[in-house]
């Protein structure tokens, strides 16, 4: 298997590791160079943003891969079933084995987030992550990239987080820079203003 995490080191990588060098930036920066070497980056992206998806859509998968209580054969067994069952790649598949044999099943979220971040790097690809109290509908999805679009951020990945205590509206960080038109914060200031004015 091409998957060199052990050894692999921020010189080994050059430029493809994320910025922190953690256990989940060591495992991303190997698989995207595993990718790149056999030339199948684009199909490994796709594939990785798909089990992103399975992971926060599924909470029995979620239980299957967190819990330090399932056996780490047991656990591996049914990852490649659900992974073969959802016609995930070989390179995928055997990604998710290397991590599995390392017991490092429970960082498998995290691995996948540190992976989305170094192709967005790797792309330059800004990242706006989005708390709402409601999944977006596509009509939601296309207007707030419209909006990013026209506050200059171009090449945008959207993030969705739900996040139910928000009441309505939007909470939208790109790096630094937070836009909060929250429900739930527009009722704190108008709280903080009243206490200021009684």
């Known amino acids: 298997m091409g998957f060199n995490v052990a050894s692999s080191s921020a010189a ?17 920066a190997a698989l995207y160079a595993h990718a790149d070497d056999a030339r199948e ?5 796709q594939e990785m943003e798909n089990l ?15 819990s330090p209580l399932i056996d780490i054969a047991t656990a591996t067994k049914a990852a490649f079933a659900v992974l073969e069952a959802n016609g995930f790649g070989k390179s995928v598949r055997d990604f998710v084995g290397v991590i599995a044999n390392n017991r490092r099943l429970n960082a498998l979220r995290a691995i996948v987030g540190a992976f989305a971040s170094l192709v967005a790097t790797r792309r330059g690809i800004v990242t706006a992550h989005v708390l709402s109290a409601h999944p977006l509908n ?3 999805r296309q207007a707030l990239r419209a909006r990013l679009i026209e506050a200059g951020y171009s090449n945008v990945n959207i993030d969705e987080q739900v996040q139910p205590d928000l009441l309505g509206g939007l909470v939208v960080r790109i790096g630094a820079r937070l836009y909060d038109t929250s429900l739930k914060s527009r009722l704190q200031r108008l709280q903080y203003a009243m206490k200021g004015a009684a």
């Open 12 to 28: 080994d990588i050059g430029t493809t590791i994320a910025a922190g060098g953690g256990l989940a930036d060591r495992y991303a």
């Open 41 to 45: 980056l684009d199909a490994v992206v």
């Open 52 to 66: 992103g998806r399975l992971i926060d859509g599924s909470a029995d998968f979620r239980r299957l891969i967190e």
């Open 138 to 140: 596509d009509v939601q």
